[in-house]
């Protein structure tokens, strides 16, 4: 419970020094903890308040598509190993980075944007989307690490963790093959990215960027091991 309070806590104040000074073997079973509960609140509640607003049967899911055109083990590390990797990189270590980095970073999410984007709209579209997107993100960046006092700091610091959580969950809808005409049912759609946006923030920012990196690829590792072994109907 003690653990669950301190989630809820740092949700309505988002801060960077969380910092865990317990034991790795301690902070594993927290990490453990986590995951499961995250898992089953997306299982037990956001999936049933997707399926009751969204007819999922009819919106086609790209990963699935995605897992029949590649190898099984292809789909495995892509989802389980490089997917965890590459997008902890992009959205977790910002939240504390080495500023020598900074310009690859900026590099790597520049081209995710303009990528999901392409893959929804027109290029010019794509354009304007992704720039609308980077620019801000590249703000709270450099906002972050700015030589700001410590109460100035910790002012900005909850907006740029919830706009970098919902930036995660959003670029996800690349997914799923959502008619344009219902973009405003986005936000539903990828409820359960939003969730775990937040939450392997939060074990980023306590326990270190492998924690999160290893909670995302258990989270990822269930659904795709479904996809690769469910059985064809």
Same mark, same amino acid.
């Given at each position: 419970?003690?653990?669950?309070?301190?989630?809820?806590?740092?949700?309505?104040?988002?801060?960077?020094?969380?910092?865990?000074?317990?034991?790795?073997?301690?902070?594993?079973?927290?990490?453990? $903890?986590?995951?499961?509960?995250?898992?089953?609140?997306?299982?037990? /509640?956001?999936?049933?308040?997707?399926?009751?607003?969204?007819?999922?049967?009819?919106?086609?899911?790209?990963?699935?598509?995605?897992?029949?055109?590649?190898?099984?083990?292809?789909?495995? /590390?892509?989802?389980?190993?490089?997917?965890? /990797?590459?997008?902890?990189?992009?959205?977790?270590?910002?939240?504390?980075?080495?500023?020598?980095?900074?310009?690859?970073?900026?590099?790597?999410?520049?081209? $995710?944007?303009?990528?999901?984007?392409?893959?929804?709209?027109?290029?010019? =579209?794509?354009?304007?989307?992704?720039?609308?997107?980077?620019?801000?993100?590249?703000? /709270?960046?450099?906002?972050?690490?700015?030589?700001?006092?410590?109460?100035?700091?910790?002012?900005?610091?909850?907006?740029?963790?919830?706009?970098?959580?919902?930036?995660?969950?959003?670029? =996800?809808?690349?997914?799923?093959?959502?008619?344009?005409?219902?973009?405003?049912?986005?936000?539903?759609?990828?409820?359960?990215?939003?969730?775990?946006?937040?939450?392997?923030?939060?074990?980023?920012?306590?326990?270190?960027?492998?924690?999160?990196?290893?909670? =995302?690829?258990?989270?990822?590792?269930?659904?795709?091991?479904?996809?690769?072994?469910?059985?064809?109907?």
């Amino acid at each position: 419970m003690e653990l669950f309070k301190e989630i809820l806590s740092f949700l309505k104040n988002p801060r960077r020094d969380i910092r865990s000074e317990k034991p790795a073997s301690e902070n594993l079973k927290d990490i453990f $903890l986590i995951f499961i509960c995250t898992f089953i609140t997306v299982i037990g /509640l956001v999936a049933p308040i997707m399926f009751s607003v969204l007819d999922m049967e009819n919106i086609p899911n790209k990963l699935q598509d995605l897992s029949e055109n590649i190898s099984q083990l292809q789909f495995f /590390l892509l989802g389980v190993v490089v997917a965890p /990797l590459a997008e902890e990189f992009i959205f977790r270590f910002p939240l504390k980075y080495r500023k020598g980095v900074l310009i690859l970073i900026l590099a790597f999410l520049s081209a $995710l944007l303009f990528y999901l984007a392409s893959k929804m709209f027109s290029e010019n =579209h794509a354009i304007i989307l992704g720039l609308s997107l980077f620019l801000p993100y590249t703000i /709270l960046l450099l906002i972050n690490e700015s030589p700001l006092s410590e109460l100035g700091l910790k002012k900005l610091f909850p907006f740029v963790f919830y706009i970098t959580a919902a930036l995660f969950g959003f670029a =996800h809808v690349s997914n799923y093959a959502l008619d344009p005409s219902l973009w405003y049912m986005t936000p539903i759609l990828v409820m359960p990215q939003l969730l775990l946006g937040l939450m392997l923030g939060f074990v980023r920012l306590k326990y270190g960027l492998w924690a999160s990196i290893l909670m =995302h690829a258990m989270n990822n590792f269930i659904p795709f091991m479904a996809m690769v072994f469910a059985p064809e109907i």
